[in-house]
Each structure stands twice: as structure tokens, then as C-alpha cells.
């Protein structure tokens, strides 16, 4: 039975809201789904979570289009002159449509003048719920990895601790990859965070940080094994004459779904030892 629309049109539609992060379906009333009503619309709205707390129309009159928000963050971002009012300001932008759905605000965790700073994609429910970056399964995955090159991030020396952030504040819904217009208005953020924390060592943990912040479109397996000299992409923004060692791997959650990869992420890692020693 197809009430209008057919079974591939319902999956098809379904598919859609799944790709686009929708989680959860939400109504003011329940709805008894096993009523046979009279006609079912193919493409009926589907409320989210965010939707219930502030109706549409009044969030698109507030979050800004995709380049003013680009050009706004690039200004907002230049006039944080510490960590401190960065966070406040990251807090206060509306130009980010995930602040909606998020609970929290992810800006960092561990000791701002650690060597080296590690940067991931965005948080995930666990992040969100804390609002500290990588404290979830990949987080604690992290953690023993860095164990074993002597780095905590709880260590309040530069040598021994590391920074960690990531390249959203906020979390995407249902942890989908954050779309480029996400990744793009974060930028201004996450380099001016660079630029402020001062790293002499950057380590991108997986391919969105990788691409956004080298300005690349090659693949992590193509990033992977060579230093780059990461200088920040956004005018303005950073020294450009100054370029950060920087180096990739693959991000934790990948190792958990796909363990053989701890191999390579060792390998990464000896070579972050040994760059750090000798710095
Ligand atoms: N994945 C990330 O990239 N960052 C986090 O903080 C958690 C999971």
C-alpha cells in the first residue's frame, strides 16, 4: 500500500532527511502511526529537535547567509586577542546554523601553551554533552596513544602536554561530515585559535582538518607521511611567513572501525616524537 507516494519515493525521502543529520522526529502530539489516514503526503515536514526550540522562519531571519557569515567570522575572529574572548566570541556567532541543534560549545581542552596542538574534525554527542573536545571513545583512544609518546593532556608542561580543538565548535547533527559552507565559516575561527595558542607542532587528525587547514583536496592516504608547512589560509589571519610544521594521520574513530590503521597512525606518530625532540 503506497498512499500517494511510491515505496521508493518514502525510502528516497527518508534517505534525504538522514543525509542531511536529521535524527529524531519530533511533534508538539503524538501521532498513532498505525491510523490509516486518508491520504499520506510523500514529502510531509519533518520536525527536528532544533525546529521545536525556535520555529524556522524566526532562525533563518537570525543566522546570517553564507558568505556574510564568512565575512563576519573573518571579522569577529581578527578582534579576539586571547583565547578567552575568542571562546566568547565563537559562543555569540550566529553565523553557524549547528549552534541551533548543538547542546554545548566545544573550544578546547588540555594546555593552550603545549608544543603541540591537535585539531579534529567536530565534536560528537559525547563532546557535545561535555563541551570538551575528544572525550568519547575516539577521545580516550586518543589519549592512549598519546600515552605512548609521553604526552598528556592533562600535563601542565610545554613538552609534556598537548592542545587539543577542533575545526567546528559545534556539533553537526547525528555526527554527519560537516558540509564545506560549515567547514568554511569555521575557518577564520580555528585559524585565529592558531594563531592565538602559538603551536610549534600541528597534528590533523583526519581529513576534513587536513583539507581545510592545508588547502588541499588530496586524500588523507596522500597527506599522510610528509610534513607540511602549514600556513593559514584565511586573509588576514596568522603569519604567513612564519609556517607551522604540520603533520596528518587518521582520526581515532577510524581506528576504531578500522584497527589495521593503527599500524600507519604509529608510524605518524614516531615521526611527531621524533620531530618534537628535536625541536
Ligand atoms: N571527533 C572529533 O573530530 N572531535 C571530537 O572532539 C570528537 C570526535
Known amino acids: 500500500m503506497t498512499y500517494g507516494a511510491t515505496q521508493q519515493e518514502m525510502v528516497s525521502a527518508l534517505q534525504w532527511y538522514i543525509d542531511h543529520g536529521v535524527t529524531e522526529c519530533l511533534g508538539d502530539t503524538p501521532v498513532n502511526r498505525f491510523e490509516i489516514p486518508a491520504v499520506v503526503p510523500a514529502f510531509a515536514p519533518v520536525q527536528t529537535q532544533s525546529m521545536e526550540k525556535r520555529p524556522l522562519q524566526e532562525a533563518s531571519q537570525t543566522f546570517l547567509g553564507k558568505s556574510d557569515a564568512y565575512d563576519e567570522a573573518i571579522k569577529l575572529a581578527k578582534q579576539a586577542t586571547s583565547l578567552e574572548e575568542l571562546a566568547q566570541i565563537i559562543a555569540e556567532f550566529d553565523g ?70 577542533n575545526v567546528l565548535n559545534w556539533r553537526p547533527p547525528g555526527n554527519r561530515t560537516p558540509s564545506q559552507s560549515e567547514i568554511e565559516v569555521s575557518l577564520p575561527f580555528i585559524e585565529r585559535h592558531i594563531q592565538l595558542a602559538q603551536p610549534k607542532i600541528l597534528v590533523l587528525c583526519g581529513g576534513v582538518p587536513a583539507k581545510a587547514l592545508l588547502g588541499k583536496s588530496d586524500g588523507i592516504s596522500r597527506l599522510r607521511k610528509k610534513w607540511h608547512d602549514y600556513v593559514p589560509q584565511t586573509k588576514g589571519i596568522g603569519n604567513a611567513e612564519t609556517p607551522i610544521p604540520a603533520i596528518v594521520t587518521y582520526h581515532p574513530e577510524n581506528l576504531l572501525r578500522t584497527p589495521v590503521q593503527k599500524r600507519l597512525v604509529w608510524e605518524d606518530m614516531l615521526s611527531l616524537r621524533k620531530r618534537h625532540v628535536s625541536l
Request: charged content about 25%.
Open 96 to 165: 553557524v546554523a549547528l549552534k541551533k541543534t548543538a547542546s554545548n560549545m566545544v573550544f578546547s581542552d588540555g594546555f593552550a601553551q603545549a608544543d603541540i596542538m591537535i585539531i579534529g574534525e567536530a565534536p560528537a554527542a559525547d563532546e557535545d554533552r561535555v563541551g570538551k573536545p575528544f572525550v568519547g571513545a575516539s577521545g580516550q583512544l586518543l589519549d592512549r596513544i598519546l600515552k605512548c609518546i609521553d604526552l598528556d593532556r592533562t600535563a601542565e608542561e610545554p613538552k609534556q602536554s598537548v592542545y587539543i580543538t
